[in-house]
Protein backbone atom coordinates (compact mmCIF):
# COMPACT_ATOMS: atom_id res chain seq x y z
CA UNK A 1 0.00 0.00 0.00
CA UNK A 2 1.73 3.48 -0.88
CA UNK A 3 1.69 5.53 2.05
CA UNK A 4 0.80 8.91 1.28
CA UNK A 5 3.95 11.60 1.39
CA UNK A 6 2.89 14.78 3.25
CA UNK A 7 3.83 17.37 0.96
CA UNK A 8 5.62 20.64 1.73
CA UNK A 9 2.54 22.94 1.13
CA UNK A 10 0.94 25.32 3.64
CA UNK A 11 -2.56 24.01 5.15
CA UNK A 12 -4.67 26.17 3.45
CA UNK A 13 -3.10 24.82 -0.13
CA UNK A 14 -3.94 20.95 0.84
CA UNK A 15 -7.58 21.86 2.04
CA UNK A 16 -8.08 23.50 -1.17
CA UNK A 17 -6.04 21.13 -3.12
CA UNK A 18 -7.76 18.28 -1.14
CA UNK A 19 -11.58 20.31 -2.03
CA UNK A 20 -10.72 20.46 -5.72
CA UNK A 21 -9.30 17.19 -5.86
CA UNK A 22 -13.18 16.06 -5.17
CA UNK A 23 -13.92 17.58 -8.82
CA UNK A 24 -13.91 14.02 -9.89
CA UNK A 25 -14.06 13.36 -13.51
CA UNK A 26 -17.38 12.53 -15.15
CA UNK A 27 -18.39 9.15 -15.77
CA UNK A 28 -17.39 7.61 -18.99
CA UNK A 29 -20.81 7.30 -19.54
CA UNK A 30 -24.21 8.01 -18.40
CA UNK A 31 -25.90 4.31 -17.87
CA UNK A 32 -29.26 4.03 -19.31
CA UNK A 33 -32.38 5.90 -18.00
CA UNK A 34 -33.54 3.55 -14.70
CA UNK A 35 -36.31 3.17 -12.95
CA UNK A 36 -35.23 4.81 -9.58
CA UNK A 37 -34.36 3.36 -6.89
CA UNK A 38 -37.11 2.54 -3.57
CA UNK A 39 -36.01 4.51 -0.21
CA UNK A 40 -34.52 1.95 2.06
CA UNK A 41 -36.69 2.08 5.10
CA UNK A 42 -33.92 3.28 7.91
CA UNK A 43 -36.23 1.66 10.27
CA UNK A 44 -35.85 -1.89 8.65
CA UNK A 45 -32.07 -1.11 8.43
CA UNK A 46 -31.95 -0.39 11.88
CA UNK A 47 -34.29 -3.18 12.76
CA UNK A 48 -31.31 -5.04 11.36
CA UNK A 49 -28.52 -3.91 13.59
CA UNK A 50 -31.04 -4.24 16.46
CA UNK A 51 -30.49 -8.04 16.01
CA UNK A 52 -26.96 -7.74 15.63
CA UNK A 53 -26.53 -6.47 18.64
CA UNK A 54 -28.74 -9.11 20.13
CA UNK A 55 -26.91 -11.71 18.73
CA UNK A 56 -23.92 -10.25 20.16
CA UNK A 57 -25.29 -10.02 23.47
CA UNK A 58 -26.37 -13.58 23.69
CA UNK A 59 -22.52 -14.66 22.18
CA UNK A 60 -20.02 -13.33 24.53
CA UNK A 61 -20.06 -9.75 23.22
CA UNK A 62 -18.83 -10.10 19.42
CA UNK A 63 -19.51 -11.07 16.05
CA UNK A 64 -15.88 -12.33 15.34
CA UNK A 65 -14.55 -14.59 13.31
CA UNK A 66 -14.96 -18.30 14.57
CA UNK A 67 -17.01 -16.95 17.33
CA UNK A 68 -20.48 -18.27 17.72
CA UNK A 69 -21.97 -14.64 17.08
CA UNK A 70 -20.77 -14.74 13.53
CA UNK A 71 -22.36 -17.92 12.79
CA UNK A 72 -25.75 -16.31 14.68
CA UNK A 73 -24.87 -13.30 12.37
CA UNK A 74 -24.65 -15.18 8.94
CA UNK A 75 -27.69 -17.79 10.00
CA UNK A 76 -29.57 -14.19 10.70
CA UNK A 77 -29.21 -12.67 7.33
CA UNK A 78 -29.19 -15.88 5.34
CA UNK A 79 -32.88 -16.69 7.00
CA UNK A 80 -34.14 -13.28 5.33
CA UNK A 81 -32.53 -13.85 2.33
CA UNK A 82 -34.03 -17.23 2.03
CA UNK A 83 -37.55 -16.45 2.38
CA UNK A 84 -37.31 -13.88 0.16
CA UNK A 85 -36.53 -15.88 -2.87
CA UNK A 86 -32.57 -15.70 -3.10
CA UNK A 87 -30.12 -18.29 -3.80
CA UNK A 88 -28.08 -18.61 -1.01
CA UNK A 89 -25.05 -20.19 -0.15
CA UNK A 90 -22.63 -20.61 2.39
CA UNK A 91 -18.89 -20.90 1.49
CA UNK A 92 -16.83 -22.06 4.30
CA UNK A 93 -12.72 -21.59 4.91
CA UNK A 94 -10.35 -22.15 7.54
CA UNK A 95 -8.62 -19.32 9.23
CA UNK A 96 -6.25 -19.27 12.55
CA UNK A 97 -7.81 -22.74 13.33
CA UNK A 98 -11.85 -21.42 13.36
CA UNK A 99 -14.08 -21.82 10.47
CA UNK A 100 -15.06 -19.06 8.41
CA UNK A 101 -18.10 -18.56 6.59
CA UNK A 102 -18.86 -16.01 3.57
CA UNK A 103 -22.65 -16.09 2.64
CA UNK A 104 -23.19 -15.61 -0.81
CA UNK A 105 -26.61 -14.30 -2.34
CA UNK A 106 -27.62 -14.66 -6.11
CA UNK A 107 -30.86 -12.83 -6.87
CA UNK A 108 -32.28 -15.15 -10.08
CA UNK A 109 -32.07 -14.01 -13.94
CA UNK A 110 -30.24 -10.89 -15.29
CA UNK A 111 -27.28 -11.89 -17.91
CA UNK A 112 -24.81 -14.53 -16.61
CA UNK A 113 -22.30 -12.83 -18.40
CA UNK A 114 -22.41 -9.50 -16.55
CA UNK A 115 -22.58 -9.88 -12.87
CA UNK A 116 -23.14 -6.96 -10.23
CA UNK A 117 -21.86 -7.29 -6.89
CA UNK A 118 -22.06 -5.80 -3.73
CA UNK A 119 -20.76 -6.72 -0.34
CA UNK A 120 -19.38 -5.77 3.61
CA UNK A 121 -17.93 -7.83 5.97
CA UNK A 122 -20.43 -9.31 8.94
CA UNK A 123 -17.75 -9.93 11.15
CA UNK A 124 -16.54 -7.82 14.33
CA UNK A 125 -13.41 -7.27 15.77
CA UNK A 126 -13.91 -9.50 19.31
CA UNK A 127 -13.61 -6.58 21.77
CA UNK A 128 -17.59 -5.49 20.89
CA UNK A 129 -20.30 -5.96 18.59
CA UNK A 130 -19.14 -4.12 15.24
CA UNK A 131 -22.46 -2.43 14.93
CA UNK A 132 -20.82 0.72 12.89
CA UNK A 133 -17.51 -2.10 11.50
CA UNK A 134 -19.28 -3.73 10.29
CA UNK A 135 -23.07 -4.11 10.94
CA UNK A 136 -23.86 -0.79 8.85
CA UNK A 137 -22.93 -2.13 5.90
CA UNK A 138 -23.69 -5.60 6.38
CA UNK A 139 -27.47 -4.39 6.84
CA UNK A 140 -27.69 -1.86 4.24
CA UNK A 141 -26.60 -4.68 1.86
CA UNK A 142 -29.02 -7.03 3.15
CA UNK A 143 -31.77 -4.21 2.99
CA UNK A 144 -31.08 -3.42 -0.18
CA UNK A 145 -31.21 -7.04 -1.52
CA UNK A 146 -34.53 -7.28 0.65
CA UNK A 147 -35.84 -4.14 -1.40
CA UNK A 148 -34.89 -5.36 -4.62
CA UNK A 149 -37.31 -8.78 -3.77
CA UNK A 150 -39.52 -6.30 -2.63
CA UNK A 151 -39.77 -5.19 -6.17
CA UNK A 152 -39.20 -8.24 -7.97
CA UNK A 153 -36.65 -6.33 -9.65
CA UNK A 154 -35.47 -8.01 -13.06
CA UNK A 155 -32.26 -5.64 -13.95
CA UNK A 156 -30.32 -6.77 -17.38
CA UNK A 157 -27.23 -7.68 -15.03
CA UNK A 158 -27.41 -10.51 -12.91
CA UNK A 159 -27.00 -9.17 -9.20
CA UNK A 160 -24.81 -11.03 -6.10
CA UNK A 161 -24.31 -9.94 -2.23
CA UNK A 162 -21.85 -10.96 -0.13
CA UNK A 163 -20.96 -11.10 3.44
CA UNK A 164 -17.95 -11.74 3.92
CA UNK A 165 -15.61 -13.79 6.90
CA UNK A 166 -12.67 -12.70 8.68
CA UNK A 167 -12.24 -9.28 7.30
CA UNK A 168 -11.00 -7.90 10.47
CA UNK A 169 -8.02 -10.60 10.41
CA UNK A 170 -6.62 -9.26 6.81
CA UNK A 171 -9.73 -9.62 4.32
CA UNK A 172 -9.64 -13.32 4.70
CA UNK A 173 -13.41 -14.21 3.42
CA UNK A 174 -13.03 -11.72 0.34
CA UNK A 175 -9.80 -12.91 -0.90
CA UNK A 176 -10.59 -16.55 -0.21
CA UNK A 177 -13.76 -15.83 -2.88
CA UNK A 178 -11.77 -14.42 -5.17
CA UNK A 179 -8.84 -16.66 -5.29
CA UNK A 180 -11.13 -19.25 -5.41
CA UNK A 181 -13.66 -17.99 -8.24
CA UNK A 182 -12.88 -19.15 -11.85
CA UNK A 183 -10.96 -16.98 -14.22
CA UNK A 184 -13.91 -17.44 -16.28
CA UNK A 185 -16.22 -16.23 -13.24
CA UNK A 186 -14.09 -13.66 -12.43
CA UNK A 187 -14.57 -12.44 -15.80
CA UNK A 188 -17.92 -12.15 -15.82
CA UNK A 189 -17.84 -9.30 -12.76
CA UNK A 190 -19.37 -5.98 -14.26
CA UNK A 191 -18.44 -4.80 -10.76
CA UNK A 192 -18.29 -5.23 -6.62
CA UNK A 193 -19.43 -2.23 -4.61
CA UNK A 194 -18.23 -2.41 -1.34
CA UNK A 195 -19.85 -0.96 2.07
CA UNK A 196 -17.94 -0.87 5.46
CA UNK A 197 -18.54 1.53 7.79
CA UNK A 198 -21.38 3.46 5.91
CA UNK A 199 -23.33 4.80 9.87
CA UNK A 200 -20.15 5.92 11.59
CA UNK A 201 -21.26 7.95 14.70
CA UNK A 202 -19.26 11.77 13.43
CA UNK A 203 -19.60 10.60 9.53
CA UNK A 204 -18.08 12.06 6.56
CA UNK A 205 -19.06 11.21 3.46
CA UNK A 206 -16.60 9.55 1.13
CA UNK A 207 -16.66 7.72 -1.92
CA UNK A 208 -14.12 5.08 -3.34
CA UNK A 209 -11.94 6.40 -5.83
CA UNK A 210 -11.58 3.58 -7.83
CA UNK A 211 -13.76 2.64 -11.15
CA UNK A 212 -15.11 6.34 -12.69
CA UNK A 213 -18.69 5.15 -13.43
CA UNK A 214 -19.29 3.51 -10.05
CA UNK A 215 -17.53 6.50 -8.42
CA UNK A 216 -20.10 8.86 -10.24
CA UNK A 217 -23.08 7.07 -9.73
CA UNK A 218 -22.65 7.70 -6.20
CA UNK A 219 -21.31 11.63 -6.80
CA UNK A 220 -24.50 12.14 -8.57
CA UNK A 221 -27.09 10.65 -6.17
CA UNK A 222 -25.31 12.90 -3.01
CA UNK A 223 -24.87 15.50 -5.88
CA UNK A 224 -28.90 15.64 -5.84
CA UNK A 225 -28.91 15.74 -2.51
CA UNK A 226 -26.39 18.30 -2.19
CA UNK A 227 -24.31 16.42 -0.15
CA UNK A 228 -20.62 17.08 -1.19
CA UNK A 229 -18.46 14.18 -0.88
CA UNK A 230 -14.22 13.48 -0.64
CA UNK A 231 -12.58 10.78 -1.97
CA UNK A 232 -12.12 7.67 -0.14
CA UNK A 233 -8.06 7.69 -0.62
CA UNK A 234 -6.90 6.01 2.57
CA UNK A 235 -8.84 2.67 1.95
CA UNK A 236 -6.86 1.45 -0.93
CA UNK A 237 -5.90 -2.14 0.46
CA UNK A 238 -8.03 -1.96 3.46
CA UNK A 239 -11.31 -3.13 2.79
CA UNK A 240 -13.31 -6.03 0.97
CA UNK A 241 -13.07 -4.53 -2.40
CA UNK A 242 -9.23 -4.95 -2.77
CA UNK A 243 -9.20 -8.65 -3.65
CA UNK A 244 -11.41 -7.65 -6.60
CA UNK A 245 -9.54 -4.48 -7.70
CA UNK A 246 -6.44 -6.44 -7.58
CA UNK A 247 -7.94 -8.83 -10.53
CA UNK A 248 -9.41 -6.12 -12.50
CA UNK A 249 -12.73 -6.07 -11.43
CA UNK A 250 -14.22 -2.56 -11.45
CA UNK A 251 -15.05 -1.67 -8.21
CA UNK A 252 -16.16 0.93 -5.92
CA UNK A 253 -17.47 1.91 -2.90
CA UNK A 254 -18.36 4.57 0.36
CA UNK A 255 -17.74 4.76 3.58
CA UNK A 256 -18.47 7.09 6.38
CA UNK A 257 -15.11 6.94 8.27
CA UNK A 258 -12.97 5.91 11.00
CA UNK A 259 -10.49 6.51 13.90
CA UNK A 260 -9.21 9.27 11.65
CA UNK A 261 -10.30 12.88 12.91
CA UNK A 262 -12.42 15.15 11.27
CA UNK A 263 -11.33 18.71 10.43
CA UNK A 264 -12.47 21.59 10.70
CA UNK A 265 -13.13 22.31 6.84
CA UNK A 266 -15.23 18.89 6.70
CA UNK A 267 -17.07 19.43 9.91
CA UNK A 268 -18.16 22.84 8.26
CA UNK A 269 -19.49 20.90 5.05
CA UNK A 270 -20.37 17.75 7.08
CA UNK A 271 -22.12 18.66 10.68
CA UNK A 272 -20.24 16.96 13.24
CA UNK A 273 -17.15 17.70 15.63
CA UNK A 274 -13.91 18.91 14.26
CA UNK A 275 -10.86 17.41 15.92
CA UNK A 276 -12.84 14.03 16.73
CA UNK A 277 -12.65 10.85 15.07
CA UNK A 278 -15.37 10.15 12.23
CA UNK A 279 -15.66 7.35 14.89
CA UNK A 280 -14.49 7.04 18.62
CA UNK A 281 -15.43 3.84 19.11
CA UNK A 282 -13.54 2.36 16.22
CA UNK A 283 -12.67 -1.68 17.18
CA UNK A 284 -13.97 -1.01 20.80
CA UNK A 285 -16.42 -2.60 22.92
CA UNK A 286 -18.82 0.82 22.51
CA UNK A 287 -19.23 -0.05 18.88
CA UNK A 288 -22.85 -0.62 19.80
CA UNK A 289 -26.23 0.16 18.65
CA UNK A 290 -25.83 3.56 20.13
CA UNK A 291 -22.56 4.09 18.14
CA UNK A 292 -24.49 4.94 14.72
CA UNK A 293 -25.57 8.30 13.12
CA UNK A 294 -28.78 7.43 11.86
CA UNK A 295 -28.76 10.56 9.02
CA UNK A 296 -25.36 8.71 7.78
CA UNK A 297 -26.55 5.57 7.70
CA UNK A 298 -29.98 6.43 5.80
CA UNK A 299 -28.32 8.12 3.56
CA UNK A 300 -25.46 5.76 2.55
CA UNK A 301 -28.58 2.90 2.30
CA UNK A 302 -29.98 4.83 -0.14
CA UNK A 303 -27.47 5.54 -1.79
CA UNK A 304 -26.15 1.73 -1.84
CA UNK A 305 -29.77 1.14 -3.74
CA UNK A 306 -29.52 3.85 -6.15
CA UNK A 307 -26.06 2.13 -7.34
CA UNK A 308 -27.79 -1.04 -7.79
CA UNK A 309 -30.57 -0.26 -9.51
CA UNK A 310 -28.50 2.40 -12.08
CA UNK A 311 -25.55 -0.15 -12.17
CA UNK A 312 -27.67 -3.29 -12.54
CA UNK A 313 -29.45 -1.19 -15.47
CA UNK A 314 -27.47 -2.70 -18.50
CA UNK A 315 -24.42 -2.38 -20.25
CA UNK A 316 -22.93 1.46 -19.86
CA UNK A 317 -23.19 2.47 -23.46
CA UNK A 318 -20.22 4.35 -24.58
CA UNK A 319 -20.44 7.78 -25.33
CA UNK A 320 -21.30 7.56 -28.86
CA UNK A 321 -19.81 9.81 -31.63
CA UNK A 322 -16.31 10.40 -33.79
CA UNK A 323 -13.38 9.71 -31.37
CA UNK A 324 -9.81 10.88 -32.11
CA UNK A 325 -7.06 9.65 -30.53
CA UNK A 326 -3.50 9.53 -29.78
CA UNK A 327 -2.10 6.80 -28.38
CA UNK A 328 2.12 7.70 -28.45
CA UNK A 329 3.75 7.96 -24.68
CA UNK A 330 5.46 11.14 -23.70
CA UNK A 331 7.10 11.22 -20.86
CA UNK A 332 6.22 13.67 -17.87
CA UNK A 333 9.43 15.20 -16.43
CA UNK A 334 9.49 15.09 -12.80
CA UNK A 335 8.40 18.11 -10.99
CA UNK A 336 9.44 20.00 -14.61
CA UNK A 337 8.05 21.42 -17.73
CA UNK A 338 4.58 20.87 -18.85
CA UNK A 339 4.29 17.95 -21.57
CA UNK A 340 1.62 17.99 -24.78
CA UNK A 341 -0.10 14.96 -27.11
CA UNK A 342 -1.68 16.22 -29.75
CA UNK A 343 -4.68 15.08 -32.16
CA UNK A 344 -5.64 16.69 -35.32
CA UNK A 345 -9.43 16.61 -35.63
CA UNK A 346 -10.59 17.30 -39.12
CA UNK A 347 -13.98 16.75 -40.53
CA UNK A 348 -16.27 18.26 -37.98
CA UNK A 349 -18.22 21.74 -39.08
CA UNK A 350 -18.47 24.38 -36.80
CA UNK A 351 -17.83 24.47 -32.88
CA UNK A 352 -17.41 21.17 -30.79
CA UNK A 353 -19.96 19.98 -28.02
CA UNK A 354 -20.59 21.52 -24.96
CA UNK A 355 -20.19 17.99 -23.51
CA UNK A 356 -16.72 16.93 -25.20
CA UNK A 357 -15.86 14.21 -23.40
CA UNK A 358 -11.76 13.82 -22.77
CA UNK A 359 -10.96 10.09 -22.42
CA UNK A 360 -7.35 10.21 -20.79
CA UNK A 361 -4.86 7.62 -19.32
CA UNK A 362 -2.05 8.57 -17.66
CA UNK A 363 0.32 6.44 -16.22
CA UNK A 364 2.03 7.60 -13.24
CA UNK A 365 2.90 6.81 -9.55
CA UNK A 366 1.71 9.24 -7.62
CA UNK A 367 -1.64 11.01 -10.08
CA UNK A 368 -2.08 13.98 -6.86
CA UNK A 369 1.52 15.09 -8.29
CA UNK A 370 -0.17 15.89 -11.45
CA UNK A 371 -1.96 18.89 -13.29
CA UNK A 372 -3.63 18.33 -16.27
CA UNK A 373 -5.23 20.89 -19.08
CA UNK A 374 -6.99 20.36 -21.97
CA UNK A 375 -5.83 22.60 -24.80
CA UNK A 376 -8.20 23.94 -27.44
CA UNK A 377 -6.70 24.78 -31.50
CA UNK A 378 -6.52 28.50 -30.26
CA UNK A 379 -4.52 27.50 -26.89
CA UNK A 380 -7.71 27.84 -24.33
CA UNK A 381 -6.70 25.97 -21.44
CA UNK A 382 -9.19 23.93 -20.12
CA UNK A 383 -8.47 22.20 -16.51
CA UNK A 384 -9.07 18.60 -16.07
CA UNK A 385 -7.49 17.73 -13.37
CA UNK A 386 -5.71 19.44 -10.46
CA UNK A 387 -3.05 18.49 -8.20
CA UNK A 388 -3.85 16.71 -4.97
CA UNK A 389 -0.62 16.42 -2.34
CA UNK A 390 -3.03 13.66 -0.55
CA UNK A 391 -4.29 11.70 -3.49
CA UNK A 392 -1.19 9.33 -3.60
CA UNK A 393 -2.99 6.44 -6.38
CA UNK A 394 -1.80 5.87 -9.33
CA UNK A 395 -2.97 6.94 -12.80
CA UNK A 396 -5.50 8.92 -13.59
CA UNK A 397 -7.77 7.10 -15.99
CA UNK A 398 -10.91 8.66 -16.52
CA UNK A 399 -13.09 10.61 -18.60
CA UNK A 400 -13.97 14.33 -18.21
CA UNK A 401 -16.63 16.19 -19.78
CA UNK A 402 -15.69 19.51 -21.23
CA UNK A 403 -17.88 22.56 -22.21
CA UNK A 404 -15.94 23.23 -25.62
CA UNK A 405 -18.86 25.06 -27.16
CA UNK A 406 -17.21 27.98 -27.24
CA UNK A 407 -14.41 26.37 -29.66
CA UNK A 408 -14.05 25.77 -33.17
CA UNK A 409 -14.06 21.79 -33.33
CA UNK A 410 -11.16 21.38 -36.18
CA UNK A 411 -7.69 22.37 -35.59
CA UNK A 412 -5.23 20.53 -33.24
CA UNK A 413 -6.22 20.11 -29.83
CA UNK A 414 -3.66 19.31 -26.79
CA UNK A 415 -3.22 17.15 -23.92
CA UNK A 416 -0.83 19.04 -21.61
CA UNK A 417 0.06 17.32 -18.27
CA UNK A 418 2.51 18.89 -15.67
CA UNK A 419 4.18 16.90 -12.62
CA UNK A 420 3.90 19.56 -9.95
CA UNK A 421 5.88 17.63 -7.00
CA UNK A 422 9.16 16.01 -6.93
CA UNK A 423 9.87 12.16 -6.62
CA UNK A 424 7.12 9.81 -8.63
CA UNK A 425 7.30 9.95 -12.65
CA UNK A 426 4.97 8.75 -15.23
CA UNK A 427 4.01 9.03 -18.94
CA UNK A 428 0.97 9.90 -21.11
CA UNK A 429 -0.18 6.74 -22.30
CA UNK A 430 -3.16 7.32 -24.48
CA UNK A 431 -5.80 9.81 -24.60
CA UNK A 432 -8.70 10.72 -26.71
CA UNK A 433 -11.52 13.51 -27.93
CA UNK A 434 -15.25 12.28 -28.67
CA UNK A 435 -17.14 14.73 -30.44
N1 LIG B 1 -10.46 -1.73 7.58
C1 LIG B 1 -11.86 -1.50 7.91
C2 LIG B 1 -12.16 -0.06 8.25
C3 LIG B 1 -11.52 0.90 7.35
C4 LIG B 1 -10.47 1.71 7.65
N2 LIG B 1 -10.19 2.52 6.57
C5 LIG B 1 -11.05 2.22 5.59
C6 LIG B 1 -11.17 2.75 4.32
C7 LIG B 1 -12.16 2.20 3.47
C8 LIG B 1 -12.98 1.16 3.94
C9 LIG B 1 -12.86 0.63 5.25
C10 LIG B 1 -11.89 1.18 6.04
C11 LIG B 1 -12.23 -2.33 9.09
O1 LIG B 1 -11.67 -2.10 10.17
O2 LIG B 1 -13.10 -3.18 8.92
ZN1 LIG C 1 -12.82 -3.10 11.46
ZN1 LIG D 1 -14.94 -2.91 8.65
CA1 LIG E 1 6.43 13.77 -9.13
Not at 4 to 29: C, F
Not at 307 to 316: K, R
Request: a negative charge.
Amino acid sequence: MKLARLRSLPVAALAVAALLATAAPAAQATPEAVAAAPDIPLANVKAHLTQFQSIATANGGNRAHGRTGYKASVDYVKAKLDAAGYTTALQQFTYGGATGYNLIADWPGGDPNQVLMAGSHLDSVTSGAGINDNGSGSAAVLETALAVSRAQLAPDKHLRFAWWGAEELGLVGSKYYVNNLATTERSKLAGYLNFDMIGSPNPGYFVYDDDPVIEQTFKDYYAGLSIPTEIETEGDGRSDHAPFKNVGVPVGGLFSGADYTKTSAQAQKWGGTAGQAFDRCYHASCDTTANINDTALDRNSDAVAHAIWTLSAGTVTPPAGTVFSNAANVSVPDNGAAVTSSVAVTGRTGNAPSALKVGVDIKHTYRGDLVVDLLAPDGTAYRLKNSSSSDSADNVIATYTVNASAETANGTWKLQVRDVAAQDTGYIDSWQLTF
